[in-house]
Protein backbone atom coordinates (compact mmCIF):
# COMPACT_ATOMS: atom_id res chain seq x y z
CA UNK A 1 0.00 0.00 0.00
CA UNK A 2 3.08 2.54 0.84
CA UNK A 3 4.72 1.79 -2.21
CA UNK A 4 1.45 2.50 -4.37
CA UNK A 5 0.84 5.73 -2.65
CA UNK A 6 4.47 6.67 -3.19
CA UNK A 7 4.41 5.51 -6.67
CA UNK A 8 0.87 7.68 -7.22
CA UNK A 9 3.10 10.74 -5.44
CA UNK A 10 5.18 10.53 -8.17
CA UNK A 11 2.54 10.37 -11.26
CA UNK A 12 1.19 13.37 -9.22
CA UNK A 13 4.92 15.57 -9.33
CA UNK A 14 6.33 13.94 -12.59
CA UNK A 15 2.51 15.88 -14.49
CA UNK A 16 2.67 18.85 -12.80
CA UNK A 17 6.55 19.05 -13.47
CA UNK A 18 5.80 18.60 -17.56
CA UNK A 19 2.38 21.04 -17.23
CA UNK A 20 4.53 23.70 -15.60
CA UNK A 21 7.69 23.26 -17.88
CA UNK A 22 5.99 21.89 -21.34
CA UNK A 23 3.12 24.25 -22.54
CA UNK A 24 4.61 27.90 -21.68
CA UNK A 25 1.03 28.50 -20.19
CA UNK A 26 1.93 28.13 -16.36
CA UNK A 27 4.03 29.69 -14.21
CA UNK A 28 5.37 29.28 -9.99
CA UNK A 29 5.26 32.24 -7.91
CA UNK A 30 6.94 32.84 -4.45
CA UNK A 31 4.74 30.14 -2.74
CA UNK A 32 6.05 27.54 -4.91
CA UNK A 33 2.10 27.46 -6.44
CA UNK A 34 1.19 26.77 -10.45
CA UNK A 35 -0.36 30.05 -11.93
CA UNK A 36 -1.80 29.80 -15.79
CA UNK A 37 -0.88 32.70 -17.65
CA UNK A 38 -3.45 34.74 -19.18
CA UNK A 39 -4.19 34.56 -22.32
CA UNK A 40 -4.51 37.58 -24.64
CA UNK A 41 -5.55 37.87 -28.31
CA UNK A 42 -4.78 40.79 -29.80
CA UNK A 43 -5.45 41.91 -34.40
CA UNK A 44 -2.88 44.32 -35.94
CA UNK A 45 -2.92 45.75 -39.19
CA UNK A 46 -0.11 46.75 -41.06
CA UNK A 47 1.53 47.25 -44.60
CA UNK A 48 1.39 44.07 -46.61
CA UNK A 49 5.09 44.90 -47.45
CA UNK A 50 6.19 45.13 -43.78
CA UNK A 51 4.83 41.64 -43.42
CA UNK A 52 8.03 40.03 -42.66
CA UNK A 53 9.33 43.13 -40.10
CA UNK A 54 6.31 42.92 -38.05
CA UNK A 55 6.59 39.21 -38.10
CA UNK A 56 9.54 39.73 -36.84
CA UNK A 57 8.50 42.36 -34.31
CA UNK A 58 5.55 40.53 -32.96
CA UNK A 59 8.25 37.83 -32.00
CA UNK A 60 10.20 40.05 -30.39
CA UNK A 61 7.32 41.66 -28.39
CA UNK A 62 6.55 38.06 -26.84
CA UNK A 63 10.20 37.55 -25.91
CA UNK A 64 9.86 40.74 -24.08
CA UNK A 65 6.27 40.09 -22.56
CA UNK A 66 6.47 36.84 -21.11
CA UNK A 67 4.53 37.21 -18.19
CA UNK A 68 1.21 36.57 -20.93
CA UNK A 69 -0.14 34.10 -23.12
CA UNK A 70 -0.41 36.29 -26.38
CA UNK A 71 -2.28 35.50 -29.01
CA UNK A 72 -1.27 38.33 -31.96
CA UNK A 73 -3.07 37.68 -35.58
CA UNK A 74 -1.72 39.98 -38.02
CA UNK A 75 -3.61 40.99 -41.26
CA UNK A 76 -2.43 43.33 -44.04
CA UNK A 77 -4.61 47.05 -44.22
CA UNK A 78 -2.33 49.69 -45.83
CA UNK A 79 -1.64 53.23 -44.26
CA UNK A 80 -3.79 55.06 -46.67
CA UNK A 81 -6.50 52.71 -46.45
CA UNK A 82 -6.70 52.15 -43.09
CA UNK A 83 -9.23 54.63 -41.95
CA UNK A 84 -11.41 53.48 -44.66
CA UNK A 85 -11.72 49.88 -42.98
CA UNK A 86 -11.96 50.60 -39.37
CA UNK A 87 -15.08 52.87 -40.02
CA UNK A 88 -16.81 49.90 -41.81
CA UNK A 89 -16.93 48.83 -38.47
CA UNK A 90 -14.99 49.71 -35.34
CA UNK A 91 -16.18 46.91 -33.29
CA UNK A 92 -14.63 44.45 -36.26
CA UNK A 93 -11.17 46.37 -36.62
CA UNK A 94 -7.90 45.45 -35.31
CA UNK A 95 -6.72 46.47 -31.51
CA UNK A 96 -4.21 48.22 -33.04
CA UNK A 97 -3.58 49.54 -36.49
CA UNK A 98 -0.96 51.54 -38.50
CA UNK A 99 -2.63 54.72 -40.54
CA UNK A 100 -1.37 57.67 -42.14
CA UNK A 101 -1.69 60.96 -39.81
CA UNK A 102 -4.08 62.74 -42.10
CA UNK A 103 -6.56 60.55 -40.93
CA UNK A 104 -6.22 60.88 -37.03
CA UNK A 105 -8.93 63.27 -37.39
CA UNK A 106 -11.98 61.54 -39.09
CA UNK A 107 -10.41 58.33 -36.77
CA UNK A 108 -10.98 60.41 -33.34
CA UNK A 109 -14.07 62.21 -34.67
CA UNK A 110 -15.62 58.45 -35.33
CA UNK A 111 -15.16 57.36 -31.90
CA UNK A 112 -12.20 54.81 -33.18
CA UNK A 113 -8.87 56.00 -31.22
CA UNK A 114 -8.22 55.32 -27.64
CA UNK A 115 -6.29 58.13 -26.00
CA UNK A 116 -2.70 57.88 -25.52
CA UNK A 117 -1.94 59.09 -21.34
CA UNK A 118 1.73 57.64 -22.40
CA UNK A 119 4.05 60.59 -21.88
CA UNK A 120 7.11 59.47 -22.98
CA UNK A 121 5.67 59.93 -26.52
CA UNK A 122 6.48 63.53 -26.32
CA UNK A 123 9.23 63.28 -25.09
CA UNK A 124 11.07 60.77 -27.27
CA UNK A 125 9.58 61.65 -31.02
CA UNK A 126 10.28 64.89 -33.07
CA UNK A 127 7.72 67.88 -32.42
CA UNK A 128 6.42 67.37 -35.88
CA UNK A 129 5.20 64.27 -35.36
CA UNK A 130 3.79 64.40 -31.82
CA UNK A 131 1.68 67.12 -33.48
CA UNK A 132 0.58 65.09 -36.28
CA UNK A 133 -0.47 62.52 -33.44
CA UNK A 134 -2.17 65.51 -31.66
CA UNK A 135 -6.36 66.66 -31.63
CA UNK A 136 -7.02 69.52 -29.72
CA UNK A 137 -3.84 69.04 -26.75
CA UNK A 138 -4.92 65.13 -26.58
CA UNK A 139 -2.36 62.40 -28.16
CA UNK A 140 -4.56 59.67 -29.66
CA UNK A 141 -1.38 57.74 -31.24
CA UNK A 142 2.12 56.60 -31.48
CA UNK A 143 4.27 58.16 -34.46
CA UNK A 144 6.16 55.31 -36.20
CA UNK A 145 7.80 56.77 -39.37
CA UNK A 146 7.71 60.50 -40.93
CA UNK A 147 7.02 60.19 -45.07
CA UNK A 148 7.05 61.95 -48.23
CA UNK A 149 8.85 61.38 -51.69
CA UNK A 150 11.50 62.67 -53.59
CA UNK A 151 13.00 61.18 -56.74
CA UNK A 152 14.75 58.00 -57.87
CA UNK A 153 16.88 57.82 -61.02
CA UNK A 154 19.13 55.48 -62.67
CA UNK A 155 22.63 56.73 -63.07
CA UNK A 156 23.23 55.26 -66.46
CA UNK A 157 20.80 57.55 -67.76
CA UNK A 158 21.32 60.68 -65.64
CA UNK A 159 24.40 61.92 -63.65
CA UNK A 160 23.72 63.79 -60.36
CA UNK A 161 24.20 67.35 -62.06
CA UNK A 162 21.32 66.49 -64.22
CA UNK A 163 18.64 65.56 -61.43
CA UNK A 164 18.63 68.77 -60.12
CA UNK A 165 16.38 70.05 -62.73
CA UNK A 166 12.96 68.64 -64.02
CA UNK A 167 13.51 71.01 -67.20
CA UNK A 168 17.06 69.30 -67.30
CA UNK A 169 15.65 65.80 -66.82
CA UNK A 170 13.02 66.12 -69.64
CA UNK A 171 15.09 68.04 -72.44
CA UNK A 172 17.64 64.92 -72.37
CA UNK A 173 17.57 62.18 -75.22
CA UNK A 174 17.31 59.15 -73.81
CA UNK A 175 16.24 57.26 -77.08
CA UNK A 176 12.80 55.87 -77.60
CA UNK A 177 13.31 53.21 -75.39
CA UNK A 178 13.13 55.15 -71.72
CA UNK A 179 10.83 57.37 -70.21
CA UNK A 180 12.52 60.22 -68.35
CA UNK A 181 10.55 61.31 -65.88
CA UNK A 182 7.12 59.83 -63.88
CA UNK A 183 4.83 60.50 -61.42
CA UNK A 184 1.61 59.81 -61.03
CA UNK A 185 -0.08 63.26 -61.42
CA UNK A 186 -3.84 62.11 -60.48
CA UNK A 187 -3.02 61.45 -57.15
CA UNK A 188 -3.57 64.60 -54.98
CA UNK A 189 -0.42 63.50 -52.69
CA UNK A 190 1.97 64.06 -54.98
CA UNK A 191 0.05 66.65 -57.66
CA UNK A 192 -0.23 69.00 -54.66
CA UNK A 193 3.50 69.47 -54.67
CA UNK A 194 3.12 72.17 -58.10
CA UNK A 195 0.73 73.91 -56.44
CA UNK A 196 2.91 74.22 -53.46
CA UNK A 197 5.79 75.11 -55.07
CA UNK A 198 4.01 78.06 -56.72
CA UNK A 199 3.02 78.91 -53.51
CA UNK A 200 -0.85 78.16 -52.95
CA UNK A 201 -1.80 76.29 -49.70
CA UNK A 202 -4.49 73.80 -48.99
CA UNK A 203 -7.02 74.98 -45.85
CA UNK A 204 -4.68 78.19 -45.13
CA UNK A 205 -1.07 78.70 -44.13
CA UNK A 206 -1.39 76.08 -41.58
CA UNK A 207 -3.63 73.66 -42.79
CA UNK A 208 -5.93 74.13 -40.51
CA UNK A 209 -8.87 77.01 -42.38
CA UNK A 210 -11.11 74.70 -43.68
CA UNK A 211 -12.46 77.37 -45.10
CA UNK A 212 -9.45 78.18 -47.78
CA UNK A 213 -8.19 76.72 -50.80
CA UNK A 214 -6.49 78.65 -53.30
CA UNK A 215 -5.46 76.19 -55.59
CA UNK A 216 -7.90 78.05 -58.40
CA UNK A 217 -5.87 81.37 -57.65
CA UNK A 218 -3.61 82.77 -60.29
CA UNK A 219 -0.42 81.10 -58.61
CA UNK A 220 -2.90 77.55 -59.07
CA UNK A 221 -2.99 78.78 -62.65
CA UNK A 222 0.47 78.99 -63.43
CA UNK A 223 1.15 75.65 -61.32
CA UNK A 224 -1.45 74.00 -63.53
CA UNK A 225 -0.35 75.00 -67.01
CA UNK A 226 2.95 73.64 -65.87
CA UNK A 227 1.54 70.30 -65.26
CA UNK A 228 -0.85 70.66 -68.39
CA UNK A 229 2.87 71.04 -70.39
CA UNK A 230 4.22 68.23 -68.48
CA UNK A 231 1.14 65.81 -69.09
CA UNK A 232 1.71 66.66 -73.03
CA UNK A 233 5.49 65.76 -72.81
CA UNK A 234 6.15 62.46 -74.52
CA UNK A 235 9.23 61.80 -72.30
CA UNK A 236 6.90 62.05 -69.56
CA UNK A 237 4.62 59.19 -67.87
CA UNK A 238 1.75 59.33 -65.14
CA UNK A 239 2.82 56.00 -63.31
CA UNK A 240 1.85 54.36 -60.07
CA UNK A 241 3.92 52.27 -57.99
CA UNK A 242 4.02 49.26 -59.45
CA UNK A 243 4.64 50.21 -63.27
CA UNK A 244 7.44 52.45 -61.15
CA UNK A 245 9.35 49.69 -60.13
CA UNK A 246 8.38 47.79 -63.19
CA UNK A 247 10.29 50.39 -65.09
CA UNK A 248 13.16 50.26 -63.57
CA UNK A 249 13.91 46.63 -63.66
CA UNK A 250 13.38 46.96 -67.72
CA UNK A 251 15.24 49.33 -67.20
CA UNK A 252 12.45 51.57 -69.51
CA UNK A 253 12.79 54.43 -67.01
CA UNK A 254 15.48 56.93 -66.27
CA UNK A 255 13.54 58.79 -63.07
CA UNK A 256 10.60 58.77 -61.25
CA UNK A 257 9.01 60.20 -57.99
CA UNK A 258 7.39 58.09 -55.43
CA UNK A 259 9.00 57.25 -51.45
CA UNK A 260 11.13 54.71 -48.77
CA UNK A 261 8.46 51.89 -49.62
CA UNK A 262 9.57 51.19 -53.00
CA UNK A 263 13.20 51.56 -52.41
CA UNK A 264 14.47 47.80 -51.75
CA UNK A 265 13.23 46.88 -55.30
CA UNK A 266 14.62 50.18 -57.09
CA UNK A 267 17.94 49.44 -55.77
CA UNK A 268 17.53 45.57 -56.41
CA UNK A 269 16.63 46.73 -59.81
CA UNK A 270 19.41 49.54 -60.49
CA UNK A 271 22.31 47.87 -58.60
CA UNK A 272 25.73 50.16 -58.70
CA UNK A 273 23.06 52.27 -60.97
CA UNK A 274 20.29 53.32 -58.33
CA UNK A 275 20.26 56.88 -57.69
CA UNK A 276 18.28 59.10 -54.97
CA UNK A 277 17.56 62.28 -54.29
CA UNK A 278 15.23 65.01 -53.12
CA UNK A 279 13.16 66.40 -55.68
CA UNK A 280 14.20 68.79 -58.82
CA UNK A 281 13.71 72.28 -59.56
CA UNK A 282 10.95 73.31 -61.76
CA UNK A 283 10.81 76.80 -63.57
CA UNK A 284 7.15 78.51 -62.59
CA UNK A 285 7.16 82.09 -64.74
CA UNK A 286 10.81 82.09 -65.35
CA UNK A 287 12.07 81.20 -61.53
CA UNK A 288 13.63 77.66 -60.49
CA UNK A 289 12.11 76.58 -57.52
CA UNK A 290 12.91 72.97 -55.83
CA UNK A 291 9.21 71.56 -56.09
CA UNK A 292 7.42 71.27 -52.56
CA UNK A 293 6.26 67.60 -51.50
CA UNK A 294 3.35 66.76 -48.80
CA UNK A 295 4.73 65.48 -46.00
CA UNK A 296 2.80 62.89 -43.54
CA UNK A 297 3.67 60.63 -40.73
CA UNK A 298 2.94 56.49 -40.07
CA UNK A 299 0.83 56.43 -36.86
CA UNK A 300 -0.07 53.63 -34.74
CA UNK A 301 -3.69 53.86 -33.30
CA UNK A 302 -5.02 51.69 -30.29
CA UNK A 303 -8.87 50.67 -31.49
CA UNK A 304 -11.01 52.63 -28.80
CA UNK A 305 -13.19 49.02 -28.81
CA UNK A 306 -10.44 46.82 -28.08
CA UNK A 307 -11.05 44.09 -25.43
CA UNK A 308 -7.55 44.53 -24.10
CA UNK A 309 -6.75 48.40 -23.91
CA UNK A 310 -3.59 47.89 -21.78
CA UNK A 311 -1.87 45.27 -24.09
CA UNK A 312 -3.15 46.93 -27.13
CA UNK A 313 -1.39 50.09 -25.55
CA UNK A 314 1.90 47.86 -24.56
CA UNK A 315 2.11 46.69 -28.35
CA UNK A 316 1.38 50.00 -29.55
CA UNK A 317 3.94 51.47 -27.69
CA UNK A 318 6.60 48.47 -28.67
CA UNK A 319 5.80 48.65 -32.38
CA UNK A 320 6.85 52.13 -32.35
CA UNK A 321 9.84 52.81 -29.70
CA UNK A 322 13.32 53.36 -30.33
CA UNK A 323 14.34 49.54 -31.09
CA UNK A 324 11.50 48.79 -33.34
CA UNK A 325 11.82 52.58 -35.45
CA UNK A 326 15.77 51.43 -35.94
CA UNK A 327 14.74 48.20 -37.43
CA UNK A 328 12.19 50.20 -39.39
CA UNK A 329 14.69 52.35 -40.73
CA UNK A 330 17.64 49.65 -40.99
CA UNK A 331 15.14 47.04 -43.09
CA UNK A 332 12.67 49.27 -45.08
CA UNK A 333 14.67 52.24 -44.91
CA UNK A 334 11.77 54.31 -42.68
CA UNK A 335 12.85 58.11 -41.45
CA UNK A 336 12.27 57.54 -37.75
CA UNK A 337 10.57 60.12 -35.69
CA UNK A 338 12.74 59.12 -32.68
CA UNK A 339 15.18 61.50 -31.41
CA UNK A 340 17.62 59.20 -30.42
CA UNK A 341 17.85 58.55 -34.27
CA UNK A 342 16.53 61.18 -36.33
CA UNK A 343 18.41 63.61 -34.63
CA UNK A 344 21.94 61.88 -35.74
CA UNK A 345 23.12 62.76 -38.81
CA UNK A 346 25.94 60.27 -38.87
CA UNK A 347 23.02 57.49 -38.45
CA UNK A 348 20.76 59.03 -41.28
CA UNK A 349 23.63 59.75 -43.70
CA UNK A 350 24.49 55.94 -43.99
CA UNK A 351 21.43 55.33 -45.54
CA UNK A 352 20.94 57.23 -49.17
CA UNK A 353 17.30 57.04 -49.23
CA UNK A 354 16.78 58.40 -45.66
CA UNK A 355 19.40 61.14 -46.52
CA UNK A 356 16.97 61.93 -49.84
CA UNK A 357 14.44 61.58 -47.64
CA UNK A 358 15.65 64.41 -45.04
CA UNK A 359 17.08 66.82 -47.86
CA UNK A 360 13.23 67.07 -48.94
CA UNK A 361 11.91 67.02 -45.74
CA UNK A 362 13.55 71.13 -46.22
CA UNK A 363 11.19 71.59 -48.46
CA UNK A 364 7.74 70.26 -47.66
CA UNK A 365 4.73 70.89 -46.13
CA UNK A 366 2.95 69.06 -43.29
CA UNK A 367 -0.20 66.83 -44.70
CA UNK A 368 -3.14 68.51 -42.55
CA UNK A 369 -5.07 66.14 -40.34
CA UNK A 370 -8.23 68.37 -40.41
CA UNK A 371 -11.98 66.40 -41.01
CA UNK A 372 -12.08 68.72 -44.67
CA UNK A 373 -9.13 66.59 -45.89
CA UNK A 374 -11.26 63.81 -47.05
CA UNK A 375 -12.65 66.26 -50.00
CA UNK A 376 -9.50 66.96 -51.30
CA UNK A 377 -8.66 63.23 -52.97
CA UNK A 378 -11.30 62.59 -55.07
CA UNK A 379 -11.34 66.37 -56.62
CA UNK A 380 -7.98 65.98 -57.05
CA UNK A 381 -7.67 62.88 -58.70
CA UNK A 382 -10.60 64.11 -61.32
CA UNK A 383 -8.24 67.33 -61.83
CA UNK A 384 -5.34 64.92 -62.51
CA UNK A 385 -7.66 62.62 -64.42
CA UNK A 386 -8.53 65.66 -66.67
CA UNK A 387 -4.43 66.58 -67.37
CA UNK A 388 -4.00 62.99 -68.72
CA UNK A 389 -6.83 62.34 -71.31
CA UNK A 390 -6.40 66.07 -72.31
CA UNK A 391 -10.16 67.61 -71.07
CA UNK A 392 -8.08 70.16 -68.92
CA UNK A 393 -6.30 72.12 -71.18
CA UNK A 394 -5.06 75.79 -71.21
CA UNK A 395 -8.25 77.20 -72.48
CA UNK A 396 -10.44 75.78 -69.52
CA UNK A 397 -7.95 75.16 -66.88
CA UNK A 398 -9.21 78.11 -64.56
CA UNK A 399 -12.90 76.82 -64.84
CA UNK A 400 -11.40 73.29 -64.03
CA UNK A 401 -9.73 74.90 -61.40
CA UNK A 402 -12.39 76.80 -60.21
CA UNK A 403 -14.27 72.85 -59.89
CA UNK A 404 -12.13 71.92 -57.76
CA UNK A 405 -11.66 74.11 -55.21
CA UNK A 406 -15.08 74.11 -54.81
CA UNK A 407 -15.45 70.40 -54.22
CA UNK A 408 -12.75 70.99 -52.34
CA UNK A 409 -14.27 73.26 -49.75
CA UNK A 410 -18.48 72.22 -50.88
CA UNK A 411 -18.94 70.42 -47.39
CA UNK A 412 -18.88 73.81 -45.77
CA UNK A 413 -20.49 75.54 -47.83
CA UNK A 414 -23.58 73.31 -47.30
CA UNK A 415 -22.42 73.69 -43.18
CA UNK A 416 -23.38 77.55 -43.66
CA UNK A 417 -26.64 77.33 -46.05
Same mark, same amino acid.
Given at each position: ???????????????????????????????????????????????????????????????? &????????????????????????? +????????????????????????????????????? %??????????? %?????????????????????????????????????????????????????????????????????????????????????????????????????????????????????????????????????????????????????????????????????????? &??? %???????????????????? +??????? &????????????????????????? &?????????????????????????????????????????????????????? %?
Amino acid at each position: MKKLIALLVSVVIITLTFVACGDGNVSENNNGQIDEKEKVELRLWGAQDDKDMLTKLIADFKKA &HPEKEWKITLSFVGEDDAATEVLKD +VSAAADVFSFSSDQIATLKKAGALYRVTNNKIKTRNS %EASVMAATIED %EIYAYPSSADTFFLYYDKAVFSDEEVKSLETILAKDTGDKITNFAMKIDDGWYSSSFFFTAGCTLFGKDGRDKTQCDFNSDKGVVAANYMIDLANNKKFANLDDAKIKAGFKARTLGSAVSGTWNAEDIRKSLGDNFGVTKLPTIKLNGESKNMVSMANFKLYGVNAQTK &HPE %EAHQLADFLTDRDAQETRFK +VRSYAPT &HTDLAGDKDILEENDVVAALTAQSM &HSILQTSIDQVSNFWTPAEAFGTGLIDGTVTKENVKQKLDTFVNAVLASIKEDK %E
